[in-house]
């Protein structure tokens, strides 16, 4: 656990260093159109005009090729719809300036996540801390729910000598688990997101999650009906047993 921990923080720092030198327009909100914009001057004149030869998803393929940018004053820019950024992840732009028979080429990137912001390092430490301490919840919960025993108390020939109330606190401690991962599906999410940008990786637990969420209510709804029956079957040990009557 503790490897893993400093690989991330380190990776983190290094993928930091990475986005602050690396040419970048900014980081914008999945499915929301983003402005491509260009300044240019070439010795010492604004450039005649400027062309995107291409702007590539983070898998390489390319989402347009070829279109010329608007020109206003010395500022050039073309607006990508928002239905094209639909994957989480680092776009790549490219394109070249010209002024006469000079061509200056650029290339830039911008980032597309969920929220349309990259955390801090900071941030995701904090996010890792609260990842492993859910992590070890979930291990704790699991545990209990699997060792728990569900049957009643019985003596050494199998008769029921009393109620087991510990199948409650088993059905419980499966709820809690349950939710548990709820929550580490919800932060592999934002992990995949807004700091690695897989969106693979962020589809695969963003279905998970919705799968799991919608388990979950006709689950609950098990778990309650078990609690009852465990309770009227509990009762008609109770009142067996004080009127000592031998039950299996």
């Given at each position: 656990?503790?490897?893993?921990?400093?690989i991330f923080?380190?990776?983190?720092?290094?993928?930091?260093?990475?986005?602050?030198s690396a040419?970048?327009?900014?980081?914008f909100?999945?499915?929301?159109?983003?402005?491509?914009?260009?300044?240019c001057?070439i010795n010492g004149?604004?450039?005649e005009?400027c062309n995107?030869?291409?702007?590539t998803?983070p898998?390489?393929t390319?989402?347009i090729?070829?279109k010329t940018l608007?020109?206003a004053?010395?500022?050039?820019n073309?607006?990508?719809n928002?239905?094209l950024?639909n994957v989480?992840?680092d776009?790549k732009?490219?394109?070249?300036?010209?002024?006469e028979?000079?061509a200056k080429?650029?290339?830039?990137?911008?980032q597309v996540?969920?929220?349309?912001?990259?955390?801090?390092?900071a941030?995701g430490?904090?996010y890792?801390?609260?990842a492993?301490?859910i992590?070890?919840?979930?291990?704790i919960?699991?545990?209990?729910t699997v060792?728990?025993?569900?049957?009643?108390?019985?003596?050494?020939i199998?008769?029921?000598?009393?109620v087991?109330?510990s199948?409650?606190?088993?059905?419980?401690?499966?709820?809690?688990?349950?939710?548990?991962?709820l929550?580490?599906?919800?932060?592999?999410?934002s992990?995949?997101?807004?700091?690695?940008?897989?969106?693979?990786?962020?589809?695969f637990?963003n279905?998970?999650?919705?799968?799991?969420?919608?388990?979950?209510?006709?689950?609950?709804?098990c778990?309650?009906?078990?609690?009852?029956i465990y309770?009227?079957?509990?009762k008609k040990v109770?009142r067996?047993?004080?009127r000592g009557?031998r039950?299996?």
């Amino acid at each position: 656990m503790k490897k893993i921990f400093l690989i991330f923080v380190i990776s983190m720092f290094f993928l930091t260093l990475i986005l602050a030198s690396a040419p970048t327009l900014g980081t914008f909100k999945i499915n929301e159109e983003v402005e491509l914009k260009q300044s240019c001057f070439i010795n010492g004149s604004i450039c005649e005009s400027c062309n995107l030869s291409s702007v590539t998803y983070p898998n390489s393929t390319k989402i347009i090729e070829s279109k010329t940018l608007t020109k206003a004053n010395s500022e050039f820019n073309y607006t990508l719809n928002g239905g094209l950024i639909n994957v989480i992840g680092d776009y790549k732009v490219n394109g070249f300036c010209s002024y006469e028979d000079i061509a200056k080429p650029f290339v830039y990137s911008f980032q597309v996540t969920n929220t349309g912001t990259i955390p801090s390092t900071a941030e995701g430490i904090i996010y890792v801390i609260g990842a492993g301490f859910i992590f070890i919840l979930f291990l704790i919960s699991l545990y209990v729910t699997v060792t728990l025993p569900m049957g009643n108390k019985r003596n050494q020939i199998g008769e029921i000598i009393g109620v087991g109330f510990s199948k409650y606190f088993k059905l419980f401690a499966g709820i809690i688990t349950y939710l548990l991962f709820l929550f580490l599906l919800v932060i592999g999410k934002s992990l995949s997101s807004n700091f690695l940008f897989l969106n693979e990786t962020y589809q695969f637990f963003n279905v998970t999650f919705l799968i799991f969420l919608v388990a979950f209510a006709p689950l609950l709804i098990c778990f309650i009906g078990l609690a009852i029956i465990y309770t009227i079957g509990d009762k008609k040990v109770l009142r067996g047993l004080a009127r000592g009557i031998r039950q299996r």
